[in-house]
C-alpha cells in the first residue's frame, strides 16, 4: 500500500511557485507514495493558552498531520529562513506537550526560490526544528529549486524534463527513506 504522505507548503499566496511545485510532486509520485496537501494558511498564531479549547483549524490540521505515515515540506525562503506561517504551524503540530503529531514521521525538504540560491537558507533552518520534533529528515539527495520562474509553463507544470526527472528521482529515494525509517 502506498505511504501516506502529508504535503505542506510554506506559502500562502494564490500564485504561488512552491504551490506549483507541490502540485506537481503530487502528480510525478509514483504508486509507493500518496501526498496529500495539509493546509497551514487558517492556523491561529500558537499560543499556549488556547489549548483549554483549541481552535478548530488547530484540530484539524493535528489530525491530518498525526494520520500521515510521514511530510514532505515544500517552502520558499523569507529573509534566509523559512516563513513565518511554516514555522507556526510547526508549532502548533508539537503540542499539547507530550502529544507532538510530528514524533517519528519521516520527512523530506524541497525548498523553492526564484533567485539562484534554491532557498538554501529555509531548507536547512527547517531542518533544525525537525531535529528536535524528532522527524528523521532525508538527507540525499537533496532538492533545492532554483529559478523556478524558468521551470513552470502557463499552467503551472514544469516544462524542463531534467526537472522532472530529478524530483521523480528525489521522490522514489523518499519512499525509501519512508520504508527504512518506519
Ligand atoms: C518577506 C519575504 C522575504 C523574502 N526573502 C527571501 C530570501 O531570503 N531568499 C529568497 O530567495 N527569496 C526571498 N523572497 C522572495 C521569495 O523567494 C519569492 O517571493 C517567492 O516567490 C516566494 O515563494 P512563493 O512563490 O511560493 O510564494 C522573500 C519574499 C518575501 C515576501
Excluded: C
Aim: net charge neutral; hydrophobic share 45%; proline share 7%.
Amino acid at each position: 500500500m502506498a505511504y501516506d504522505v502529508a504535503v505542506l507548503v510554506g506559502s500562502l499566496r494564490k500564485g504561488s511557485f512552491s504551490r506549483a511545485v507541490a502540485d506537481n510532486l503530487v502528480t510525478l509520485a509514483d504508486a509507493a507514495l500518496k501526498l496529500r496537501m495539509v493546509e497551514i494558511g487558517d492556523l491561529p498564531l500558537y499560543n499556549p493558552d488556547l489549548e483549554d479549547a483549541p481552535p478548530a483549524a488547530w484540530t484539524r490540521f493535528r489530525d491530518e498531520v498525526a494520520r500521515a505515515d510521514a511530510v514532505l515540506f515544500v517552502t520558499p525562503e523569507y529573509n534566509r529562513s523559512i516563513p513565518g506561517a511554516l514555522k507556526n504551524a510547526l508549532d502548533v503540530g508539537s503540542r499539547p506537550y507530550g502529544k507532538s503529531a510530528w514524533a517519528g514521521k519521516p520527512a523530506a525538504v524541497v525548498s523553492v526560490s526564484p533567485g539562484l540560491l534554491g532557498a538554501f537558507g529555509a531548507n536547512h533552518h527547517l531542518r533544525q526544528p525537525l531535529v528536535f520534533l524528532d522527524m528523521p529528515v532525508m538527507q540525499q539527495p537533496e532538492a533545492y529549486v532554483s529559478k523556478v520562474g524558468d521551470l513552470l509553463g502557463q499552467d503551472g507544470k514544469f516544462i524542463n524534463e531534467d526537472t522532472k526527472t530529478f524530483l521523480k528521482a528525489f521522490l522514489a529515494a523518499f519512499a525509501t527513506w519512508i520504508g527504512k525509517t518506519k
